[in-house]
C-alpha cells in the first residue's frame, strides 16, 4: 500500500504536502552543510520515516474501520499490561530473595534509563482510560482495564519521571474545558491516580519498611525544581542558534558538541532551532499549532456525543497533549521507541479527524515523491542498521575509552558524533 501510485482514500490538503515538502528541502540544506552529513541524513530519515509510518496508520485505519480501532487499542492495552506484568515479577522476585536495595529503575530491562519509559507512559496512560469510557463495553472488558490504569498510575509515580507527570497534568487541565465527556475522563484519571498513589505506597513504602529493605531513586527524591543538568543543554543550543540561525549546525547535531549531560536539548523547540534552524523550527510550530487548533475544535464540538469515534479521538488528543508538553523538558523527539508510538498515536488520529470534502490530494508527481522520499529514508536507515549494529558494543567501549563517562542516548544508546567532520564515529 505504500508503494501505490493510486489515488488514496485519505488525502492531506495542498498547503500541508507543500509545507512537508520545503520542511524536507530545509531539512536536506542543513544535513548537507552539517559537518557529519550522513548522520545528519540519518536523522533527516528518521522524522521522514516517522511521517510515513504516521501516514501508513491512517491509511490502515481509514480503510479497516472500527476493527482497526480495536487491534491498535488492543495493541496499547496488552503492551502496557505485558510490561506491568515484568514490573510486577521484577518487584516481587527483589522481596522475595530480599535483594537490596528495592530499585524500580532496575525493573524493566530494555529501557536504559526508566525516564525514557516514562515517555511511553505519557502516550498510553491516556489511551487506557479509552476501554472503559467506550459505549457498549462490557462488565468483564472493564474492569480488568480499570485496574491496569490504576497499575500504570502506579508505574508512572514510581518511575520518578517528572516530565510525564507534567504533561498528564496539563493534558488533564485542558480536557476540564471541553466538555461533560472529556471531565469524565480527568475525573476516571483522578480517581485512577488516587489508587495508583495507594499502591505505589503500599509497594514502596510500607512492604519495603516491613522487610527492611532499603529503597533507592524513590520517587520521592524526584520532587525538585531542579534542572537536572537541563540549563547546560539549554545554554548550549541557545549560543548554537545564536551562532547558525539559518539552517542550524545540522539534524542530529546537538550531538557533535561534547557536555557532560546529554546529546540532545531536552527541548523540542531548542532541539529544531539548533540542529535544524531557526525557521524550520518556527514553520513547524505553525503547523503544530494548526493541526491542534483543528483537532481541539472537533473535541469541544464532540463535547455531549458518546460514540467510540468521539471517545477515542478524545483520548488521543489528550494523549498527544500528553507527550508534546513532555517533549519541553525531555527528549521524545530522539527517543526510537518514543518515536514510533508517537507516530502511531498521531497517524491514528489523523484518520479520525472529520475530513473536508473539498479537501485535494497531491498529484502523482507529489505522491511519486513522497514515495520515493521514503524508500530512500527506508534505504539509509537499513545502511545505518547494517554498519553499526554488529559491532555496537565495540563502538560503545571505544566511545568509553577515549572520552569516558556515561553513554548519551540518541539514535544509539552512545548518541555522541565523537570527532566532528567525520562521519563514521558515532
Known amino acids: 500500500m505504500i508503494f501505490s501510485f493510486k489515488p488514496l482514500p485519505y488525502a492531506v490538503s495542498r498547503v500541508t504536502f507543500f509545507l512537508i515538502v520545503g520542511l524536507v528541502l530545509v531539512g536536506a540544506m542543513s544535513s548537507v552543510r552539517a559537518d557529519a552529513p550522513i548522520w545528519a541524513f540519518t536523522e533527516l530519515a528518521t522524522f521522514f520515516g516517522c511521517a510515513g509510518i504516521a501516514w501508513f496508520i491512517a491509511i490502515v485505519r481509514i480503510t479497516g474501520g472500527a476493527l482497526v480501532d480495536r487491534m491498535l487499542l488492543g495493541s496499547v492495552v496488552l503492551t502496557c499490561a505485558a510490561l506491568s506484568i515484568q514490573v510486577g515479577v521484577s518487584y516481587a522476585s527483589t522481596i522475595l530473595v530480599r535483594l537490596e536495595p528495592v530499585d524500580p529503575w532496575g525493573f524493566l530491562g530494555g529501557f536504559s534509563n526508566l525516564r525514557f519509559f516514562g515517555q511511553f507512559i505519557s502516550l498510553s496512560l491516556p489511551l487506557l482510560a479509552a476501554p472503559a469510557m467506550v459505549p457498549g463495553q462490557s462488565r468483564p472488558w472493564r474492569i480488568p482495564t480499570l485496574l491496569l490504569l490504576v497499575v500504570w498510575w502506579a508505574i508512572a509515580i514510581c518511575s520518578g519521571t517528572r516530565g510525564t507527570w507534567l504533561g498528564l497534568a496539563v493534558a488533564s487541565t485542558w480536557l476540564c ?173 489523523l484518520a479520525l479527524h472529520p475530513r473536508r470534502e473539498s479537501t485535494v490530494g497531491p498529484s502523482a508527481t507529489g505522491r511519486l515523491l513522497w514515495t520515493g522520499g521514503l524508500i530512500l529514508a527506508a534505504g539509509l536507515l537499513v545502511g545505518v542498521l547494517v554498519r553499526d549494529y554488529p559491532r555496537l558494543n565495540e563502538l560503545e567501549n571505544s566511545y568509553v575509552q577515549q572520552v569516558g563517562g556515561h553513554l548519551q542516548p540518541r539514535f544509539w544508546q552512545q548518541g555522541v558524533i565523537v570527532a566532528r567532520g567525520q562521519q563514521n564515529s558515532k
Open 177 to 349: 474545558f471541553m466538555g461533560e465527556k472529556a471531565r469524565r475522563w480527568v475525573t476516571l484519571q483522578v480517581f485512577s491516580a488516587i489508587g495508583g498513589g495507594v499502591l505505589f505506597f503500599i509497594c514502596m513504602n510500607w512492604i519495603p519498611q516491613i522487610a527492611d529493605l532499603e529503597v533507592a531513586n524513590h520517587a520521592s527524591s524526584r520532587l525538585t525544581a531542579s534542572l537536572s543538568g537541563r540549563e547546560v543543554l539549554w545554554i548550549q543550543a541557545v549560543s548554537m542558534i545564536v551562532e547558525r540561525p539559518l539552517l542550524g549546525f545540522g539534524p542530529m547535531h546537538f550531538a557533535s558538541i561534547a557536555n557532560a549531560v546529554a546529546a540532545h536539548p531536552h527541548q523540542a523547540l531548542l532541539q529544531l532551532a539548533s540542529e535544524w534552524g531557526l525557521p524550520f523550527s518556527v514553520a513547524v510550530t505553525f503547523g503544530v499549532g494548526l493541526a491542534a487548533c483543528s483537532v481541539f475544535r472537533c473535541v469541544r464540538a464532540e463535547a455531549n456525543l458518546d460514540t467510540s469515534v468521539s471517545v477515542l479521538r478524545l483520548c488521543l488528543s489528550a494523549s498527544l497533549v500528553a507527550s508534546l508538553t513532555q517533549a519541553m523538558v525531555d527528549g521524545v523527539l530522539v527517543m526510537p521507541y518514543t518515536q514510533v508510538w508517537l507516530a502511531l498515536v498521531s497517524g491514528w488520529l
